[in-house]
């Protein structure tokens, strides 16, 4: 990332400290659950999607089942174009993809995105095994940003759900926070209480920026609001979208969260979008 | 390499590299603090340098790798944009003990730089990927240390 994820947590305000086209450092999307991880890479997929830059590589072990998010920007078959799926299914099928990633014709991504790195460490515990995941992960999205040159550089994002509170922590954590100098947290929040799914995301880039944080709720009906914690302003109500946050392009309508009550506008249907109807 | 070494290891490595660049030779002093913050590793790192071990592979794409000739014989792998290094000590002192900034490979990455004394060698883009993929860690360079690469070799 970082900094599509921020502009998705940003919603509809400036992206920030980070100069035009830069990336900002590797992210580490961690916490639970995985679907609301899920959402968020897809978001920050469709947000780099639109900048005009690169494609977006996005990296999954399995074809997602139902487009993750909802949105105008979902339905927009020119971004889900530039959004290239490709699903992996173990650890030397990924190792193979980011080490020939130089051999694969076509424009360099400006965004690479994994989601689901634990199912992959799974399968192998060995700090050597993880360490490389990481580091070629790394060097595949340094080569992207030299291909890109002056245009920019491609960010990257991997999501690595953690086991619950008391669980202990997920395997390899501390060598992957090596790897990735920023962090951006996911958990439960208190206000999320009864029907409503309210999870608080801390972002952590290093050591010179400091945390802020997103209130990021998912609603009954299959949306997704951000606003800025601690709420701004007027006291936004976590459940609605703050117009003095500045997030009224905030609200995504998230629908791999809310079950399957809210159908699918048969957007995805193929795996790449490529043939999507609106 | 874009990965972060800490602030003290950077100055050093670019007053080395200013004296280098003048022509002059890198000041004892430099060396000692090599060796203060590095250990033994500094020692064997420099040796690898001056047997001019560190070589940069690249390929028409424009990705590059490292592969340094240990002092056993065994080449390694070291990531041109992070910290890694396919080497047991890089597992075991800084992955796992954590009690080592990089092994000697990476370090001598580093020095080969600052000394200007990196092997360059151009592969394709296929042959790229197979060092990239570190399963084979053969050396790529003839037993008498040329640079010819062995296609055969994969």
């Known amino acids: 990332m970082a900094e599509a994820l921020r502009r998705v947590l940003n919603a509809g305000r400036a992206a920030g400290p980070g100069v035009d086209g830069a990336a900002g450092p590797p992210l580490l999307l961690l916490g639970a659950p995985r679907s609301a991880q899920t959402s968020l890479l897809f978001a920050a997929a469709l947000e780099a999607a639109g900048e005009g830059r690169g494609p977006v590589l996005f990296l999954t072990r399995r074809p997602l089942q139902s487009l993750p998010l909802n949105t105008p920007a979902a339905r927009d078959h020119w971004r889900l174009q530039k959004i290239r799926f490709q699903y992996p299914s173990s650890v030397p099928e990924l190792l193979q993809l980011l080490a020939s990633a130089h051999e694969a014709p076509g424009p360099a991504p400006s965004l690479l995105l994994l989601d689901g790195l634990e199912e992959y460490l799974a399968e192998d515990s060995g700090a050597q095994e993880a360490a490389y995941v990481a580091a070629l992960l790394l060097d595949t999205a340094a080569y992207f940003s030299g291909r890109l040159g002056a245009s920019g550089s491609c960010g990257l994002v991997v999501a690595l759900e953690t086991p619950k509170e008391g669980d202990g922590d997920a395997p390899h954590l501390t060598l992957l926070q090596r790897y990735f100098p920023a962090q951006c947290w996911l958990q439960p929040d208190a206000l999320g209480l009864g029907q409503q799914h309210c999870l608080r995301a801390s972002l952590e880039s290093g050591q010179l920026s400091p945390r802020v944080e997103w209130s990021v709720t998912f609603l009954p009906n299959g949306e997704m609001a951000v606003t800025p914690w601690p709420p701004q302003a007027s006291k936004p109500s976590p459940d609605k979208t703050s117009p003095s946050a500045g997030s009224q392009s905030s609200t995504l309508v998230c629908d791999n969260l809310s079950g399957p009550q809210f159908p699918l506008d048969s957007i995805l249907t193929s795996e790449t979008g490529a043939d999507s109807k609106t | ?154």
């Open chain 2, 1 to 154: 390499m874009a990965a972060t070494l800490p602030e003290v290891v950077e100055e050093l490595l670019s007053e080395m590299a200013a004296a280098v660049r003048d022509g002059a030779r890198i000041p004892d002093e430099h060396l000692s603090s090599l060796k203060f913050v590095f250990g033994s590793s500094a020692i064997q790192a420099l040796d690898l340098v001056d047997r001019e071990s560190v070589t940069l592979i690249s390929s028409p794409s424009g990705r590059r790798v490292y592969q340094v000739l240990g002092s056993s014989g065994k080449t390694y792998t070291c990531l041109a944009s992070c910290h890694y290094c396919s080497c047991p000590a890089f597992a075991f002192s800084v992955l796992r003990k954590g009690d080592s900034l990089l092994c000697k490979h990476l370090l001598a990455v580093y020095l080969s730089r600052v000394m200007r004394n990196c092997q360059q060698l151009s592969v394709s883009d296929k042959q790229l990927t197979d060092l990239l993929l570190m399963e084979d860690t053969r050396s790529i360079k003839d037993a008498d240390g040329t640079s010819s690469f062995k296609t055969e070799a994969y």
